[in-house]
């Protein structure tokens, strides 16, 4: 074991990838709009009114309906969306601000994707 490298910050590690162009697996797992919230809308046109863990679904599905309206989504879809964000964060803070937005895209998500980069337009903006 070497120990110097797994003593490495994240950071580092995050940003080593990056020069080399590595993906990171942990990061590739998100299906094609994996994150789009399809199960919470599936379960509202069944007219479901909970999530299966005692709150009421967000009837709403703006990226700020279930925070506005203190409102759950799916768990299928409140469990992707913990992940999304935990990935995103952890690229933004590995120095990996364009891997973060295409990760949000890819997930269904280009909303986030374009609070992240300050919803510039075009290259280097949110667009994919």
Do not use: I
């Not at 937005?101 to 994707?113: I, K, T």
């Amino acid at each position: 074991v070497d120990v110097a490298h797994a003593l490495r910050s994240t950071t580092e590690v995050f940003r080593d990838a990056s020069a080399r162009g590595t993906r990171l697996d942990a990061f590739d797992d998100f299906g094609k709009n994996e994150c789009a919230w399809n199960e919470t809308a599936r379960a509202l046109d069944a007219s479901a009114t909970s999530d299966g863990r005692g709150q009421a679904l967000s009837l709403e599905l703006d990226p700020d309906g279930p925070n506005r309206l203190n409102a759950a989504l799916h768990p299928t879809n409140a469990d992707a969306e913990a992940r999304l964000c935990r990935a995103a964060f952890r690229l933004v803070r590995g120095g990996m601000m364009d891997a973060a937005r295409e990760l949000c895209v890819r997930a269904g998500q280009p909303w986030r994707a374009a609070s992240l980069g300050g919803a510039a337009p075009g290259p280097g903006g949110f667009a994919p």
